[in-house]
């Protein structure tokens, strides 16, 4: 079985439709009754969108449902699948908890709520029957104000047990007029020893390279290689890691087709830029991490070569991972591979089964 470590997940866009349509329905809420039917409901949750903006809308309306008093079940639910349908071992989930909170609150209420939706969503991703790492990212957001994002940076450093970094998400070309803030909140999560990561290069509009050198990850970053690839030696340098999340870029519009992501897997390995393969967004767009993977090998964009760098980049690069190698190195050291081949070998084999009866 091969393990995976999901770097790029965000709460918003983590359940699948069916158990998010499920969930409408038990709870009356008015969209069940303008998708009495699955299928119509899947059409309009994992349709293409025209851009970045449109795309996000539906991150509203996710956390419009997912607030506090429904969190625990949502997580739970997807703790539960990325371990049992994903081989998921080690799970970053990002989220911006202000907007978790009661919109109707003012905003000095809302910032105080904010500690009680990290440790409300750190609880119910604990579960022993599904022994994942789950570690949270909590996202600064465009749309929000200096002193929110501001407040979620001290918070993500206060809480150390459940938060292992911070993002900046929303829409793109709101970073522009307030880039000076977004660095200043960076170098400030950088100086509390927060781990950092942030959504540029994602579209055209999302080219901020003044942010690279404060991130130790770049959420996408796909237009890097693909328009700017002078910048490559310098990530290279910073060792910084691209979260490339494939489906995504059809979704938003930013690519036409899958392939054209092959020269983003050659570019970066020619400059020694690692690449985490992760999903974004799993539910609204209905692709687990094991299938982007598998679209892009049969694709013949990837092949298993480049899959297992990936796999064992997205470990090395994880903010929480609590170990120094992947799992497969972890294994190997318990038992050498041809052991544990021998070892899984013998307890399948009939012979063996005859012995332990
Ligand atoms: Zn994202």
């Known amino acids: 079985m091969s393990l995976h470590a999901e770097l790029h997940r965000h709460l918003g866009g983590a359940i699948v439709p069916r158990i998010f349509l499920r969930f409408l329905h038990r709870t009356g809420h008015p969209l069940a ?3 009495p039917e699955y299928e119509a409901f899947e059409e309009f949750f994992t349709r293409r969108r ?12 996710a956390e419009s449902v997912q607030q506090e008093e429904t969190l625990a079940y949502f997580v739970s639910k997807l703790v539960r699948g990325a371990f049992v349908f994903e081989s998921i071992a080690y799970l970053e989930l990002r989220h911006t908890p202000y907007l978790r909170t009661d919109p109707s609150a003012s ?4 910032i105080e709520r904010m500690r009680d939706i990290v440790s409300c969503i750190g609880l119910a991703g604990h579960q022993p029957e599904y022994p994942l790492v789950f570690r949270q990212i909590l996202c600064m957001h465009s749309r929000l104000p200096y002193e929110v994002n501001r407040a979620i940076v001290e918070l993500a450093a206060a809480m150390p047990e459940y938060v292992c970094g911070v993002d900046l998400a929303g ?7 307030r880039l000076g803030e977004f660095v200043e909140l960076f170098q400030r999560a950088r ?3 927060l781990k950092t990561t942030g959504h540029v290069f994602e579209t ?3 080219a901020y390279p003044e942010l690279l050198p404060l991130l130790d990850r770049i959420g996408h970053g796909v237009q890097i290689p693909l328009h700017h690839p002078e910048l490559l030696p310098r990530l290279a340098a910073r060792r910084q890691c691209l979260e490339i999340c494939p489906t995504t870029y059809l979704k938003t519009g930013t690519l036409q087709r899958l392939d054209e992501l092959r020269t983003v897997f050659e570019r970066c390995e020619l400059e020694g830029v690692d690449i ?3 999903t974004d967004n799993a539910g609204l767009h209905n692709v687990r991490l094991p299938f982007e ?6 694709q013949d964009i990837i092949d298993f070569r480049q899959l297992r760098a990936c796999q064992d980049a997205a470990f090395r690069h994880a903010f929480g991972w609590p170990h120094r190698e992947p799992p497969r190195d972890l294994l190997s050291k318990v038992a050498g591979p041809h052991e544990a081949l021998d070892h899984n070998a013998r307890r399948h084999s009939p012979s063996a089964r005859k012995d332990e009866s």
């Open 107 to 110: 905003e000095q209420w809302r």
């Open 33 to 35: 009754e303008q998708y």
């Open 171 to 177: 829409p793109d070309r709101l970073y522009g007029p």
């Open 276 to 278: 985490a393969v992760c």
């Open 293 to 298: 993977f598998e679209n892009l090998l049969i």
């Open 50 to 61: 025209s851009s970045l903006e449109a795309y996000l809308e539906l991150h509203t309306l």
């Open 191 to 193: 100086a509390l020893g």
């Open 204 to 206: 055209p509009d999302g």
